[in-house]
């Protein structure tokens, strides 16, 4: 019992068990405009419309100018913008998936422009090939276009951002092919771009690599559309047939006569279910059982194909011819008993205060989840925005009697924000027809690119809100197109103007707008907007290639990411002396400072030292020497153990060399006087190498450069060199206990015991005995040598210690003995026990002991 | 890299995350060349993959063969791409230059691909533009910060960190660190305390502040983060810790035989080197590495002992398979013990060298501030007998460290003597480390460490070796100033204070660097904010839930610290669990040789006293 004013059902048609339903989505705001004399290109998802004087038809030309205009419009007809082509003659246009319409010459030459006519900087060619041989087919699609040339060859450009023709397999063809249509990458098996053929009656399937027969003996072919979903491909055949395979050509699905002699003008899918074909004043929709149903038309019609109908523009009205969703004729078919039917009378009767509500609403009780749901659907698929809200009531309603959690929520919030969305859309000043399952294919997100594309931020930016989705995208494009179009303004007032409006969003990329701006020359203007950057990363090198070294620099240390710091050092100093500004930049700031000092270090050692003589950094200097000293030191030592056989002579003036940096290193460092011992040290290692360098001579082997003071008097000693021991010695004035020191780590490495007791033993020894018996002790000496040098200890009872510690125990015993140690004694005893016969003596010596003390 | 994984799931936070991010991040770097390749990495890279991927891993991603970076030119490859996983540093991309530019020269064409790790740099972009091989290479990263060393260790690998920020000057570890934080954050959750102390600790709190605000809304959430606390320990404020000679288990195989990447090598000269995995999966380990080495020969006899009587007990008919399953269980951990008693036999020898024990007792008694004559004279002994070099210079910054400076009249002549005795190379060393500020001279003035030891109770007389009830156990009665610092953090603000709280905030004045204390909150648009923690009532009265507690120490960690906080962790009015998170995993020797210069390391390499033709 639906009111007969909210009803739909007048404007359905019913084809086999199915409804179709023809709506008008606008009457065209464009006043005249004849479709006959014009190419028309309709962009999907309810794009814009752009049309040329179709210079293939003839036109009666009447003054004014003789070249063609190019006019686009929005899906409402309302005119965006107009142009003149002053190119060459056109073999196709079409709009790309972002919206930006494509041009193609017949020479091959692809100009793009937005859809404000704006060209844009992305116009290609199709290559020396295609020029040559003339195209005689050209098709566009989303993201590019193929190319069939009058040489029967096939060229390709797939993806627009970087636009490179390629040739596609050869089809070797004999004679021209009677139509083709083009599989999308995302549609096919390959992932690649496939080309159809109709060649004869056969089909051919033609990608990068291969030219393959698809469909043997399908039937002279006129044309041919492929489903918006890509499963299906429907053809014309020359007797006058329409036929739908699936898409590879293995299965044919249906067949239709149309019985006319003519083929149609035009032919498209409608959704992925029914094919409509066009003629003159004639369009035939024919659904997948056969069925049809034929309207009239009033004049030229365009078809535009959607994922879920056709798109039906002519020179007075925009129409959609769609299939009635399930859901719409649940709720609307007359005499429908379906729960959402009742649910919608039992809401409408509730609203005239009818009791019988109550009673309808019981009849379903046990239905009302599905109910809901046909409500609520039917509603997202309505385009009367008053039908909308009375099924979302009726949907509400019945919820409200629905077992908890048995309908979500969630998806009522979902429906109305996008009908919300839909209808925003659908008023004639956006015109963009969407429904909601083209809303769902095209996906919030592009929606949203589309929008910014065609200067609707605001709208975008509600939805973007609402949806919550990020609104930076947004913002920074208005920024950016509000810059470009106050190329009048001061930079002052266009900063206020666009920190005004973003001042309230967070985390807006400034240094993207700052970036537009000084593409387009507003170099002060990028520099004032970049305050607002919170990322360092982002800000650094913009202000950089603005020329705000100093900023930049000081930007880069604050972030603390000592890589930016680098960037910036780098780009101010170029290589070559750094000129006297970037020394005095670097120097103000210590961090620069020093990390341009370590990369020179590392890098540069030449420059460093430069810089240091610039900072009359004497220290830094003799730093410098004494490394450079150290690395050719390091090279002759290298070169030695290599063994290669370098004259002495080389070795001597090699060395000469280390030498003189050396002295040179200790002049720096004597200009300071914190910085005297550095001096001395290397004044005095400048004396070791010279040293070094003779004792070589003399002792004919390179032994002795690299090593240290000390390890240079070892080894003159292990060569049994005394007196050059005691030259070095005193050259470098080692303390008498150094050098005893020396002397006896020296021997005790060579095991040589008896030289050390014979050191031991000497008059001016100064070391105590302790230091021999443990040098003797670490190098492995045996027993009986290092007894010979406990019997020189003073202390007895460290002697005894010692003693009993090699295993001696007897001679332990009686030098504790001596010195009345019993306490030494019992432990000896301890030691050896009491059984052996070196206990017993022990005992003896013990028992002697305590007969004396007593 | 053979080595079992260390059990990254066991800790109070799970770290397993981070080594399967980084698995999988390294997974799609090889997948990202095709076919078949040679990896080539450079030193200090190679020793930590072992604790991400091991090598069948590497072999099914299509790695033919593993190189060290080195400058040679490439020969006998018989595949055509060439991956380098290399540290973003400039001798990296140096080395990488050369070996290309002379693979070229010998006219092999080869397909290179380099990953930087963390990320790539402008400065190795530079090299690689100078040296005219940027078109040559396909530049990415390898984007792996914090490396788990074991369930509650995680380090950076940054060995140079310290040196940088004390002598060079060189800032980038602090961002490196931050950015690591941030990524634990990412991970674990937005941590909501940050407390810390002194200039370095400061900067990274400060950085981690402008990362989050940068990140906006983007940044990681906060509340319900699985970490509470970050607690960030300042290498310049303790530098005197890794100076000192560790005195746990785990810290002495560490100062004796040298832990590498979670490795030690054992084996006698001659025989071959055995290599064992030293981590938390091994359960004898686990139980022995932070106890003081007195107590771990009796824990290992104990252990034995147990097996026996058991193994005595399950004779006789009577024992029950299940219990006969046991004892073979049990049996299983047979070899680690025997592994173990090797282990602390090495230890032994080690230390029972007269040099070493007049090295610890020099160390003691400048920690206590007696004779300190006697000391010099005893360090100028050790240089005598040649000690290693790295022994010396530890000892001597201990001494400027405790006492204010180096004696005027010891100054000069230690500093000779290192040179005539190690050679005079070294000059650069003795400078470096005086700018450093880790060697200086005696000056008037009073030095702080005697002020910082006494508020801080950093000596302690009479430590218990098998049942310790303070920290200082781990260096033998000297607490390390940095655990006290964290455990001053965690009392602090907690409502516990007391008056000794008080004299060690007038000791904390005394060290250079601001003390702080925040919060990481979000303002009302959920942004990202700081929040001084004084500002906020109510934290004093915190429930007695455990914490988790990230302790981050900038400029590295020694084990023996590490084990004191592992110690910390069982004393029940602490009421934490630790994660540790540091640059590197260092000690004494290993901090003070990434003070050397390369030209003085490539001069000490030769100086072997060589043999001589007689």
């Known amino acids: ?854 | 890299m053979s080595t079992p994984f260390p059990n990254l799931t066991s800790g109070s936070v799970p770290l397993s995350r981070i080594r399967e991010d980084a698995r999988k991040s390294l997974v799609e770097a090889l997948d990202s060349v095709r076919g078949k390749k040679v990896l080539i990495l450079d030193r200090k890279v190679s020793g930590f993959l072992g604790l991400i991927a091991e090598v069948p891993l590497l072999k099914e991603h299509g790695v033919d063969r593993l190189l060290y970076l080195s400058e040679e030119p490439l020969q006998g490859i018989e595949v055509r791409s060439v991956v380098y996983l290399v540290r973003s540093r400039i001798e990296n991309a140096q080395l990488i230059a050369q070996q290309i530019l002379r693979t070229n020269k010998l006219g092999t064409k080869l397909e290179y691909s380099v990953f930087f790790m963390p990320r790539r740099t402008m400065v190795c972009e530079k090299v690689f533009q100078e040296e005219g091989i940027f078109a040559d290479v396909t530049l990415a990263e390898y984007p792996l910060d914090f490396i788990p060393f074991d369930s509650d260790i995680l380090s950076l690998e940054l060995d140079t960190a310290y040196k940088e920020l004390v002598l060079d000057g060189d800032t980038s570890s602090l961002y490196y660190t931050a950015r690591g934080l941030m990524q634990l954050q990412g991970l674990y959750g937005t941590i909501g305390q940050v407390k810390g102390k002194g200039p370095h600790a400061l900067a990274v709190k400060n950085l981690l502040t402008l990362m989050r605000k940068e990140m906006g809304t983007k940044a990681p959430r906060t509340g319900g983060g699985q970490i509470d606390t970050l607690v960030l320990v300042d290498r310049t404020v303790d530098p005197l810790t890794p100076l000192c000679t560790q005195l746990t288990y785990e810290g002495l195989v560490d100062e004796t035989l040298h832990i590498k990447n979670g490795v030690v090598q054992l084996g006698a000269e001659g025989q071959k080197q055995q290599k064992f995995a030293l981590n938390s999966a091994d359960k004898v380990y686990q139980e022995l590495r932070d106890l003081s080495f007195a107590a771990v020969g009796p824990k290992l006899s104990e252990r034995a002992k147990t097996l026996q009587t058991d193994y005595k007990g399950s004779k006789g008919p009577e024992r029950s398979l299940a219990e006969l399953k046991d004892f073979a269980a049990q049996l299983k951990s047979l070899p680690n013990i025997t592994r173990h008693i090797n282990l602390a036999e090495a230890i032994n020898r080690a230390i029972s060298r007269q040099n070493f024990r007049d090295r610890v007792t020099v160390e003691q008694s400048l920690l206590d501030g007696h004779s300190i004559d006697g000391c010099c004279e005893t360090i100028e002994t050790l240089m005598y007998q040649n000690e290693d070099l790295m022994t010396v210079l530890r000892l001597l910054c201990i001494l400027s460290h405790t006492q204010g400076g180096v004696p005027r009249k010891h100054w000069d002549v230690l500093r000779r003597e290192v040179l005539h005795t190690y050679g005079h190379e070294h000059v650069l060393t003795l400078a470096a480390l005086q700018d450093a500020g880790l060697l200086k001279l005696q000056q008037g003035g009073r030095p702080t460490f005697p002020v910082v030891k006494k508020a801080f109770r950093l000596l302690l007389d009479n430590v218990n070796d098998t049942d310790p009830t303070d920290i200082a156990y781990t260096y033998a009665g000297y607490a390390p100033l940095s655990i006290r610092l964290v455990e001053h953090a965690l009392r602090s603000g907690s409502g516990e204070g007391s008056n000794k709280d008080s004299a060690m905030d007038e000791a904390l004045k005394a060290i250079p660097g601001a003390t702080f204390d925040v919060l990481q909150t979000v303002d009302e648009h959920g942004l990202p904010v700081e929040q001084a923690a004084s500002a906020v009532r109510g934290l004093g009265a915190r429930d007695k839930k455990r914490r988790v507690v990230l302790v981050m120490f900038i400029g590295g960690v020694t084990f023996a610290e590490i084990g004191a906080l592992r110690f910390l962790s069982t004393r029940p009015e602490v009421r934490s669990d630790f994660i540790v998170a540091t640059t590197k995993l260092n000690n004494g020797t290993s901090m003070l040789e990434t003070f050397l210069e390369d030209v003085v390391t490539e001069a000490m390499l030769s100086k072997q006293p060589g043999s001589v033709l007689t």
């Not at chain 1, 005691?726 to 050098?739: G, I, N, P, Y």
């Open chain 1, 1 to 854: 019992m639906v009111e007969g004013n909210l009803s739909p059902v007048g404007g359905w048609d019913a084809c086999g068990n199915r409804f179709y339903s023809k709506s008008e989505l606008y009457q065209m705001a464009w006043t005249d405009v004849d479709l006959d004399s014009l190419r028309v290109a309709c962009a999907r998802y309810g794009g814009p419309i752009a049309t040329i004087r179709d210079d293939r038809k003839m036109v009666l030309v009447s003054g004014g100018i003789t070249q063609p205009l190019v006019k686009i419009y929005n899906s409402a007809g309302t005119q965006l913008a107009v142009f003149i082509w002053d190119k060459g003659r056109i073999e196709a246009l079409g709009w790309t998936s972002a919206e930006d319409l494509m041009i193609v010459e017949q020479t091959g030459e692809v100009h793009m422009y937005s859809m404000f006519g704006v060209q844009l900087q992305r116009n290609f060619s199709m290559g020396s090939e295609v020029q040559r041989e003339g195209i005689l087919q050209c098709q566009l699609h989303g993201t590019g276009l193929v190319v069939l040339t009058k040489g029967l060859q096939l060229w390709a450009v797939s993806g627009l951002e970087d636009p490179r023709p390629h040739k596609l397999a050869s089809p070797r063809l004999k004679e021209a092919p009677s139509c083709m249509a083009i599989m999308q990458p995302h549609h096919t098996l390959s992932g690649c771009l496939e080309v159809l053929l109709a060649v004869g009656t056969n089909i051919m399937t033609v990608d990068v690599d291969s030219a393959e027969q698809s469909g043997t003996g399908v039937g002279s072919i006129q044309q041919l559309c492929i489903a918006p979903n890509g499963q299906f491909v429907a053809a014309y055949t020359a007797d006058g047939r329409l036929k739908v395979w699936t898409s590879d050509f293995t299965k044919a699905l249906s067949e239709f006569a149309t019985q006319s002699e003519k083929p149609p003008e035009q032919l498209e899918w409608c959704g992925t279910d029914s094919v409509v074909m066009c003629w003159q004043d004639i369009l035939l929709m024919v659904g997948p059982y056969g069925d049809w149903i034929k309207h009239d038309l009033e004049g030229k019609t365009v078809l535009v194909s959607e994922c879920d109908g056709v798109r039906l523009v002519s020179a007075e009205k925009h129409e959609l011819l769609s299939r009635v969703p399930d859901s719409l004729v649940d709720v609307f078919k007359i005499g429908s008993t379906a729960p959402g039917a009742l649910l919608f009378d039992a809401r409408q009767l509730f609203e005239q205060q009818n009791a019988r509500a109550d009673e309808a609403l019981r009849s379903i009780v046990g239905q009302l989840p599905q109910a809901v749901a046909t409500c609520v659907d039917a509603a997202g698929a309505e385009m009367d925005s008053i039908r909308q809200a009375a099924l979302m009531k009726a949907g509400c309603y019945g919820r409200a009697f629905c077992p908890v959690g048995s309908y979500p929520r969630k998806r009522i919030l979902q429906i109305c924000q996008s009908l919300r969305i839909l209808n925003a859309l659908r008023g004639s000043d956006v015109g963009m027809p969407l429904t909601l399952p083209q809303l769902e294919a095209l996906t919030p997100s592009v929606l949203v690119s589309r929008l910014i594309n065609g200067r609707r931020h605001l709208l975008a930016l509600r939805i973007a809100e609402m949806l919550n989705m990020d609104t930076d995208k947004v913002l920074v494009h208005w920024a950016c197109q509000k810059i470009s179009a106050s190329l009048q303004q001061g930079d002052e007032e266009v900063q206020e103007v666009v920190r005004g409006k973003l001042q309230r969003y967070r985390g807006i990329r400034y240094s993207l707008i700052a970036s537009h701006a000084e593409s387009v020359g507003r170099k002060r203007l990028a520099t004032l907007l970049l305050e607002y950057e919170t990322c360092a990363a982002d800000q650094v090198p913009l202000l950089l290639s603005l020329g705000e070294m100093e900023g930049a620099l000081t930007k880069a240390i604050d972030s603390g990411d000592t890589d930016l710091v680098y960037l910036a050092i780098f780009r101010m100093y170029r290589k070559g002396m750094p000129s006297k500004s970037f020394l005095e930049t670097i120097n103000a700031k210590p961090l620069a400072k020093r990390l341009f000092i370590s990369y020179c270090h590392r890098r540069e050692p030449e420059l460093l030292e430069q810089l240091y003589l610039g900072m009359a950094s004497w220290q830094g200097v003799g730093h410098m020497r004494l490394c450079a000293a150290l690395r050719k030191a390091n090279r002759i030592r290298k070169a030695a153990e290599a063994g290669s056989s370098s004259s002495q002579a080389g070795l001597i003036s090699d060395n000469t060399e280390v030498v003189q940096l050396l002295v040179r290193a200790s002049e720096q460092y004597s200009q300071t006087k914190e910085h005297v011992f550095q001096s001395k040290a290397c004044a005095e290692f400048a004396k070791l190498r010279t040293v070094q360098a003779e004792l070589e001579q003399e002792a004919g082997q390179s032994c002795f450069l690299g090593c240290s003071v000390i390890q240079t008097v070892q080894q003159c000693l292990r060569l049994g060199n005394a007196r050059a021991a005691e030259r070095v010695r005193h050259t470098f004035k080692l303390s008498d206990k150094r050098f005893g020191w020396v002397k006896v780590q020296t021997l005790a490495t060579l095991k040589d015991w008896e030289a050390l007791e014979a050191l031991c033993k000497e008059k001016k020894n100064v070391l105590p005995i302790p230091v021999y018996i443990a040098a003797a002790k670490a190098n492995g000496a045996p027993p009986q040598a290092c007894a010979k040098l406990v019997a020189r200890l003073p202390d007895a009872s460290r002697k005894a210690e010692e003693y009993a510690a090699l295993g001696m125990f007897q001679e332990a015993a009686e030098t504790a003995a001596t010195v009345k140690d019993s306490a030494m004694l019992s432990k000896i005893q301890g030691m050896v026990g009491t059984a052996s016969p070196l206990g017993a003596t022990v005992a003896q010596i013990r028992d002697r002991l305590t007969a004396v003390t007593r």
